[in-house]
């Protein structure tokens, strides 16, 4: 510094003792420029205060020389106590050098700076607020200063700051949400920690609303929640605790739909106590908000969904996100299958245009640019960002929703509750909005095909409520359903059609029929079946649950009359026979086909008998299935007939298996009235005939002894002779049936028996058959 210069109104003695190295030489040079300040006040100098602050800052403060900047700070201070009230009028000259000296690289020089500006505020008072954003710049630097005298400075200063802006009313919190908002994502701990503290200052304050800025803070408040330091997670909960009281609250003044697309990004993360809180708060904005949530369904549906196949590390979440799936599921009703009407927005806050956000919605919202289900958000906050949020109409984006849904349950890897809470999702849009999901079927049905060799039972099941409300649905049916893309699928076109007349009292709809012509049998669950019932696994059980759930949701006539024409015309016999087996067990012994058996056990209406013509002719795949179809039926000649055909046909164990199990079957309930028909030998000859031919095809087995004690109970055995000059036919004969050919059906049994010998013989002869038949 040149001494020779002038600094008047400062005297020689007040600028060399700023400039002096000592700290109490730079003190009382202060004391002189306080007392000389307090002159010109008195005075109403002003051009003398502004010299002189002018001096301290140019030639003092902004130095090259380190104790001129200090002797300068301290100058200023005492300028600041001096001009008392009236500082105000000259705040700017004197905060302005202050704050530069905060990024000095002296850490001493910087806490001189805490001190000088720490003084200047506590006189000036309220008058700072006007250059608040500069100050709480400043001190949000110094908050991660290394130096711990700096950080206690700036804390002592940072207290100040806050108890004036909550004293005051004029605090500007339109100016400061930019540079909040700025704040907010740094990465430092001390500036978190800084930042929380002033939220919670600013939330307590009665006339300062942050929940109206809320949209612009939240995703950093998030960013804050995944700290590493205890203490900055725990502050950054309480506030955002307390952002959620005031929320519900006031849920009027909430803008729900700016701050959708946050919570659905932050539901997404591997933190558990974010992913927790973002969903907790997306749970309230879902009851709060209402239909206004609608639009975001696809983005929400991303976020929760995956979190319902939590484990128990995460319950707390699972469970959340269950609620959060139930409520969003009630949102959507019928009105949202009208077509797209403009409709006054429910709530203030609407959804989006549906162009805009078809435009911008991508990831995990509609799936990636390539159909992909990508739960990272690539295009950050736009995604979800509304349009028109003001004005436009609550409107359900289904394709969204479906390209989510059809995702996630295509994904092999995602976890039994999702896959169900997919299906869920699927049934309550094909109920509620049946006209718009019509034209996702055709995307839909291949994975729901496929979805049918799911491990999970519940799954399956699930899975055919969803496909027998797309069969039943009147919605998008058309005479000629068109040729749909399903794996492992080889029903012709032709197989899809609408039911003959012939068959129109027994199928209810055309949906039905072609759903049935997918299902069976290249359905997978159905093929699956076969390569159990090969294995000697438990045939019946991967099949009878599926097939009893069809039954019950769609009607079980049209289930085996549709079975029943598919297996005619298949062309593995092998897997026919086995269907046969599996299908007629189901019929024999499942609950939910009580009414069909009654019906078939009299055949008394043109459609029960020709019911059981079209099962009979499927039933011919497997010799004893006829059989028992005719016990069923009360057809006891005809089953006598059949029996008497057995001579000609190849014994080998599994034929005698399934004789066993026939056994075996006539002693359960559900023959307990052709049990009772043993009483009346005179009516029910061919009956006794019957079982007496299946007592000797049996081994000398258990189950010849069971049948043959069986036999023996029925009274008198010697009016087991028949005249062929019988007046009257017994009624089991059914003679009084003209519209069933018995002779026909005799014949088509033993062409479908000649078909499966000769199957056989070809495999013997190609060596991959093992030959399995009894010598007796």
Request: glycine letters at 4%; a negative charge.
């Amino acid at each position: 510094m040149n001494p020779e210069k002038d600094f008047a109104p400062l005297t020689p003695n007040i600028v060399r003792a700023l400039n002096d190295k000592l700290y109490e030489k730079r003190k009382v040079a202060a004391l002189e420029i306080e007392k000389l300040v307090r002159e010109f006040v008195a005075q109403n100098n002003t051009v003398q205060i502004k010299h002189v602050i002018q001096t301290l800052s140019q030639e003092f403060a902004l130095s090259q020389h380190p104790h001129s900047r200090k002797g300068g700070l301290i100058g200023l201070a005492a300028c600041s106590i001096a001009l008392g009230k009236d500082s105000g009028l000259y705040l700017k000259e004197l905060i302005e050098p202050v704050l530069t000296c905060f990024n000095d690289a002296d850490s001493r020089l910087r806490y001189y700076a805490c001190e000088a500006l720490y003084n200047i505020v506590k006189v000036a008072r309220g008058a700072v607020l006007p250059h608040f954003n500069v100050l709480f710049d400043g001190l949000s630097k110094l908050a991660a200063d290394p130096d711990p005298n700096v950080k206690s400075g700036s804390e002592l200063l940072d207290r100040l700051l806050k108890d004036i802006v909550t004293e005051s009313n004029k605090f500007d919190l339109v100016g400061f949400i930019p540079l909040l908002r700025e704040r907010i994502y740094s990465n430092n701990q001390y500036a978190r920690q800084f930042i929380i503290s002033w939220i919670l200052v600013l939330e307590s304050v009665p006339d300062i609303n942050l929940l109206d800025y809320l949209p612009e803070i939240l995703d950093g408040l998030f960013q804050i929640l995944g700290d590493n330091g205890k203490e900055i997670r725990k502050m950054c909960e309480v506030v955002l605790g307390e952002f959620l009281k005031e929320t519900k609250k006031n849920p009027s003044s909430v803008k729900f739909a700016e701050m959708a697309n946050i919570l659905v990004i932050h539901c997404q993360t591997t933190d558990d106590l974010i992913q927790l809180t973002a969903m907790c708060w997306l749970r309230e904005f879902i009851q709060l908000a209402g239909r206004v949530m609608l639009p975001y369904s696809s983005g929400i549906l991303t976020a929760v969904l995956p979190c319902l196949a939590y484990d128990d590390r995460k319950r707390n979440i699972k469970e959340v996100a269950n609620v959060c799936n139930q409520s969003l599921m009630k949102l959507v009703t019928p009105e949202d299958d009208e077509p797209n009407e403009p409709r006054p927005a429910v709530q203030k806050q609407a959804g989006p245009n549906p162009e805009d956000c078809a435009e911008k919605q991508e990831g995990p919202a509609s799936g990636g640019p390539d159909g992909s289900c990508d739960s990272s958000f690539s295009n950050g906050l736009s995604v979800f960002t509304p349009a028109n949020a003001e004005r436009a109409p609550v409107t359900l984006h289904l394709d969204g929703i479906v390209q989510v849904l059809n995702c996630h349950l295509s994904d092999t890897a995602i976890g039994m509750m999702t896959r169900i809470a997919v299906l869920k999702w699927l049934y309550h849009l094909y109920i509620k909005t049946p006209r718009k999901m019509s034209r996702h079927t055709d995307s839909l049905f291949p994975v729901l095909l496929q979805t049918l060799s799911d491990e999970s039972d519940e799954v399956i099941l699930k899975d055919l409520e969803v496909l027998a409300e797309i069969a039943s649905s009147p919605a998008g049916q058309t005479d000629d359903p068109g040729p749909l893309d399903g794996p492992d699928l080889r029903v012709s076109h032709s197989e899809l059609q609408a039911p003959t007349p012939s068959r129109a009292g027994l199928l209810n709809t055309p949906g039905e029929s072609s759903l049935l012509g997918w299902l069976w049998p290249r359905g997978p669950w159905a093929r699956r079946c076969s390569v159990l019932s090969g294995t000697g696994c438990s045939w019946h059980l991967p099949l009878a649950t599926p097939h009893r759930q069809l039954c019950l949701l769609l009607h079980a006539e049209s289930i085996f009359h549709s079975m029943a024409d598919i297996l005619l015309r298949e062309e593995d016999l092998t897997f026919a026979s086995t269907m046969v087996h599996t299908l007629n067990t189901i019929l024999l012994t499942s609950t939910e086909l009580f009414q069909l058996r009654n019906q078939l056990k009299d055949l008394k209406t043109p459609e029960s008998r020709n019911l059981f013509c079209c099962l009979y002719r499927s039933w011919c795949h497997n010799p004893v299935t006829t059989v028992s179809l005719c016990f069923l039926t009360q057809n006891y000649r005809h089953a006598y007939d059949l029996i008497q055909k057995f001579g000609d046909l190849e014994v080998t164990v599994d034929f005698l298996t399934e004789v066993d199990k026939l056994v075996q079957l006539i002693e359960c309930p559900i023959f307990t009235y052709l049990r009772l028909q043993l009483l009346d030998v005179k009516s029910n000859p061919y009956l006794i005939k019957a079982l007496y031919g299946l007592l000797m095809l049996l081994p000398q087995s258990s189950a010849f002894q069971l049948l043959s004690h069986r036999l023996q109970c029925v009274p008198n055995p010697e009016l087991l002779q028949t005249e062929d000059g019988l007046k009257a036919a017994p009624k089991s004969q059914k003679a009084d049936s003209p519209s069933i050919d018995y002779a026909e059906l005799l014949q088509h049994f033993e062409r479908v028996q000649k078909k499966h010998l000769e199957v056989r013989h070809q495999r013997s002869g190609r060596g991959d058959h093992l030959d399995r038949r009894v010598v007796l």
